[in-house]
């Protein structure tokens, strides 16, 4: 299965044995996949993960320096790359624990090529959701907040000058078009006391 992406998406390979290594790098390109950096270290992965801002990061769970799970939880809390991880392991409590530490999908070595393109794709895929999430729940908080700040304005408007609540809107409607300002930095410089 190859990756039809208009742009390739570039990976960091997170592997302590250097066999697994080539053998995900060669695999990857063979798919189409950037390998954007290699790192034996947990450590080293992150710091990678940081600097490179990859798609998607892929750590052995065993690694020197920081494990995988330790990395993944480092990179997930940052919100740098998707996680993949790849275990000589598949129990129960680890798999629970890689996904707390916000790894999206998982592999069991010795894994099949078949396997890594769909494992790759469905860890990019839940971080976007994620992401696209992160972004509107921001959005709306955001909206919130203004909100909020145009009706504390309004508030105010309405105690000083008597006037109706739809009045104080339109007021603040009407300030925000002639200084070509959003209606919430009007308000706000309506309740510093400037209009």
Known sequence: MKNH???PLRVVIAEDEAIIRLDLKESL???????????GRGDEAVELART?????????????GLNGIEA???ISEEHIAAVLLLTAFSQRDLIQE??????????????QRSELVPSIELAVGRFKEISDLKKEKQELLDDLEARKVVDRAKGALMDQYGLKEKDAYRY??????EERSPMKVVAESILQGEN
């Open 52 to 64: 490179l801002n990859p798609d998607v990061v892929i750590l052995d769970i065993k690694m020197p």
């Open 5 to 7: 992406r208009e742009e």
């Open 172 to 177: 603040l409607q009407k300030k925000a078009m």
């Open 29 to 39: 390109e063979a798919e189409g996949y950037i390998i954007a950096g290699e790192a």
């Open 98 to 111: 890689a996904s707390q530490a916000g790894a999206l999908a998982y592999l069991v070595k010795p894994f």
């Open 72 to 74: 993944a939880r480092i």
